[in-house]
T-cell receptor, first 108, second 116 residues
Framework: RKEVEQDPGPFNVPEGATVAFNCTYSNSASQSFFWYRQDCRKEPKLLMSVYSSGNEDGRFTAQLNRASQYISLLIRDSKLSDSATYLCVVNRIYQLIWGAGTKLIIKP | DARVTQTPRHKVTEMGQEVTMRCQPILGHNTVFWYRQTMMQGLELLAYFRNRAPLDDSGMPKDRFSAEMPDATLATLKIQPSEPRDSAVYFC??????????????FGDGTRLSIL
């Protein structure tokens, strides 16, 4: 079992819809959680950190469920520009462990 | 905004040649990571340094790859001799990393390497 697992997708979603994806992690000692976004052949960019109480940044909401060991990302009112691969990242001692990413395609 | 700087952005060379990729991490970050990404794979961690000391290079083919951090402002990744299967995008990232929690990593633009 991988340390960080994501559904690879692709998720095909109409513009304006709400989409959510989860990411599960196996290390119960993990303390830091992030969502990154990666556009095709470009560098991953930090989308948002994930805090214990959940947090929101505009149309994006991230949540952490420690009991079930997963984090989630919700995107409301999706835009064409949201099309990308979303990477879930969880810390281990001295490094971050990356999920393989979930591909999101927003259709007009 | 501070950025991680990688050079070169693109490199095309023939099989057997030496390739050197360079990375200037963000000032104040204590950890530097080297990743490789191909079309078919996710991010693959090759090696990382904490306070310039190599912590883990188990992801790197030892016979041909080497990673160093000669000073706090420069990390290098070398491939010698290069092979076509090394063709990929190589990313450098830096961050503030601790035992129990980490700050997010920041990535350079990557080096797009093609070995003919």
């Amino acid at each position: 079992r991988k340390e960080v697992e994501q559904d690879p997708g692709p998720f095909n979603v109409p513009e304006g819809a709400t989409v959510a994806f989860n990411c599960t992690y196996s290390n119960s000692a993990s303390q830091s959680f992030f969502w990154y976004r990666q556009d095709c052949r470009k560098e991953p960019k930090l989308l948002m950190s994930v805090y214990s109480s959940g947090n929101e940044d505009g149309r994006f909401t991230a949540q952490l469920n420690r009991a079930s060991q997963y984090i989630s990302l919700l995107i409301r009112d999706s835009k064409l520009s949201d099309s990308a691969t979303y990477l879930c990242v969880v810390n281990r001692i001295y490094q971050l462990i990356w999920g393989a990413g979930t591909k999101l395609i927003i259709k007009p | 905004d501070a950025r991680v700087t990688q050079t070169p952005r693109h490199k095309v060379t023939e099989m057997g040649q030496e390739v050197t990729m360079r990375c200037q991490p963000i000032l104040g970050h204590n950890t530097v990571f080297w990743y490789r990404q191909t079309m078919m794979q996710g991010l693959e961690l090759l090696a990382y340094f904490r306070n310039r000391a190599p912590l883990d290079d188990s992801g790197m083919p030892k016979d041909r790859f080497s990673a160093e951090m000669p000073d706090a402002t420069l990390a290098t990744l070398k491939i010698q001799p290069s092979e076509p299967r090394d063709s990929a995008v190589y990313f450098c990232a830096s961050g503030l990393v601790g035992v129990s929690s980490n700050q997010p990593q920041h990535f350079g633009d990557g080096t797009r390497l093609s070995i003919l």
